[in-house]
């Protein structure tokens, strides 16, 4: 592994802008994308269960795997429940050669939090501590928490105190996704609760939730330290760009089928390059979907993609897709 320089959160510019963490989206290849579109963006894993991780589950080491020179810094995120697992996974990714560490307190998916991992730990705060000190026990590295406002509800005197546990066991920075995990995504994300926490804490505050454009992000950051982007970058990894162009006082030009056509190219190429084609193919065929969604005619061409089975078959349709929508 090649050396790199120690990370710190404290140490990067502001405003933040960083890549969330999505099991099934933010696999190496689309990474390296996004930091080809805006290199200034913070990239974290897919989150990845601590015992796949620690039984070397190959579909584990995958979603932890990152290229050295295109990728940094690279955050891996962990979620599990138990702590000597924890400070174990911390000593394994520290091997691994990762930049910093980041704790899933907020998964909602019910299968996650079925099994008291994600956003249940919210409930538990005297085990969400002793995760988060065996994690810093087990590696030298910053070590952050992902988590939301609350599970069933907002409280805010349980949500102040809990964020601040976080800070006082440790933890280098704090992203809080507006919605309780009750909500999952649904209805509008809450940042009046992020903006008062980040009035009462040292460490680094991130938000999250909603945000879909760079006017977006520039009337949300408000006195935080950055912004985390989600589901908006399904089919559209190119609104880092917006909104870095929106920090930066700058105008962004939507792009065209044909602009974005190079780069929707590129990903096809580096997730049959990381995964061979046949995997890579198939976990393409969720991006290629979004990344035509509204253009005319986009449901007849999204049911050929979707059912796309190698890269010369996906580069047709994309053509021929791009012909139809040229000549119109």
Not at 6 to 27: C, E, H, N, Q, V
Not at 120 to 133: G, R, T, V, Y
Not at 245 to 250: N, S
Request: aromatic share 8%.
């Amino acid at each position: 592994m090649p050396s790199k320089k120690s990370f710190s959160w404290d140490a990067l510019p502001r405003p933040i802008i960083a890549l969330a963490p999505m099991s099934g989206y933010t696999d190496s290849p689309f990474r390296q994308l996004v930091k080809e579109i805006c290199p200034s963006v913070v990239c974290f894993t897919e989150f990845t269960n601590i015992e796949g991780l620690l039984h070397a589950n190959a579909g584990s080491l995958r979603q932890i795997s990152f290229h050295s020179e295109k990728e940094r810094p690279i955050i891996a995120q962990l979620f599990g429940n138990k702590p000597e697992r924890f400070k174990k996974a911390a000593e394994a990714l520290t091997a691994i050669g990762v930049d910093a560490i980041d704790l899933n307190m907020g998964c909602p998916a019910r299968k996650v939090v079925s099994a008291d991992h994600g956003s249940a730990l919210l409930k538990n705060c005297a085990l969400s501590q002793e995760i988060i000190k065996a994690t810093i026990e087990g590696a030298p590295l910053p070590v952050s928490v992902k988590m939301r406002i609350g599970t069933t509800k907002y409280d805010p005197d349980y949500f102040f105190k809990f964020a601040k546990s976080v800070e006082d066991c440790g933890a280098k920075l704090i992203t809080i996704h507006g919605r309780t995990a009750k909500q999952m995504y649904t209805g509008e994300a809450d940042w009046e609760p992020i903006y008062e926490l980040k009035k009462i804490l040292k460490i680094p505050v991130i938000g999250n939730g909603d945000i879909r454009s760079g006017s977006d992000a520039v009337n949300k950051i408000k006195n935080l330290d950055g912004i985390m982007v989600g589901r908006a970058t399904f089919g559209n990894p190119w609104i880092f760009a917006e909104i870095k162009a929106a920090f930066d006082g700058k105008k962004f030009k939507p792009l065209s089928l044909k602009e974005k056509l190079p780069t929707i190219l590129r990903h096809l190429d580096l997730s049959c390059e990381f995964k061979g084609e046949k995997w890579g193919i198939l976990e393409m065929r969720k991006h290629l979907a979004w990344y035509i969604r509204g253009i005319p005619h986009a449901s007849e061409f999204r049911r050929k993609l979707v059912n796309v089975n190698s890269k010369d078959e996906a580069v047709a349709i994309l053509s021929t897709l791009l012909r139809q929508v040229s000549e119109e």
